[in-house]
């Protein structure tokens, strides 16, 4: 059984890997480095780890199951929330929030429920229609923007309604995309 320690953001919940025992860590990378006295401890999956404090700010709770991801799609990328800013946008409207640097992850997860088995998530998702919304600040600007792509070119009525609601139909790269609307 393995155990993860969730933690909530405004867009969704994160985990790691949560280990209070040396023999959890047996066979693993940080078996030499981890001492009993510096349990309990969470691991990343890109090999680091950090002291565990239930204190934390942003921690919601414990969760033990044999899979490898302990949330669900709609927990990690909040589905339709009203505070979306970045993500991904489907055909049908629906909004996945993520962060600055979780594109990658959520058409992961994203693509692994509607399109099993793809090799390359973000451009199957664009290839179908989605929308990404990603932050345009280049270091120049003064302000973040919202940006919206489109790998096709096009877009579907659901999604207009949505970027109405988003205010960001008036955007630039938008309005290039209404152009195009049959």
Same mark, same amino acid.
């Given at each position: ?15 790691y ?9 047996a ?6 480095? $981890?001492?009993?006295?510096?349990l309990? #401890? $969470? ?25 490898? +991801? =302990? ?26 929030? +993520? ?10 997860? #994203?693509?692994?429920?509607?399109? =099993? ?7 199957t ?8 919304? #990603? ?19 096009? #877009? ?17 790269? $938008? ?8």
């Amino acid at each position: 059984m393995k155990k993860f320690a969730i933690y909530k953001s405004e867009t969704g919940y994160y985990f790691y890997r949560y280990f209070d025992d040396m023999s959890q860590l047996a066979g693993m990378h940080l078996e030499n480095i $981890v001492t009993e006295d510096k349990l309990p #401890i $969470v691991a990343d999956d890109k090999g680091g780890y950090f002291c565990f404090r239930p204190d934390d700010y942003n921690f919601s709770e414990l969760v033990e199951t044999e899979k490898d +991801c =302990p949330l669900s799609l709609e927990e990690m990328f909040f589905r339709n929330d009203k505070n979306f800013k970045l993500g991904w946008i489907s055909p049908d409207g629906d909004t996945y929030s +993520c962060d600055y640097t979780r594109h990658s992850k959520s058409a992961r997860m #994203i693509a692994q429920k509607f399109f =099993p088995n793809t090799k390359l998530p973000e451009r199957t998702l664009g290839k179908n229609g989605w929308l990404k919304v #990603i932050d345009s600040w280049d270091g120049t600007e003064r302000e973040h923007r919202q940006f919206v792509y489109s790998m096709t070119g096009r #877009i579907t009525n659901s999604q207009i309604n949505r970027l109405f609601d988003l205010g960001l139909y008036n955007n630039p790269e $938008v309005q290039k995309l209404l152009e195009n609307y049959d």
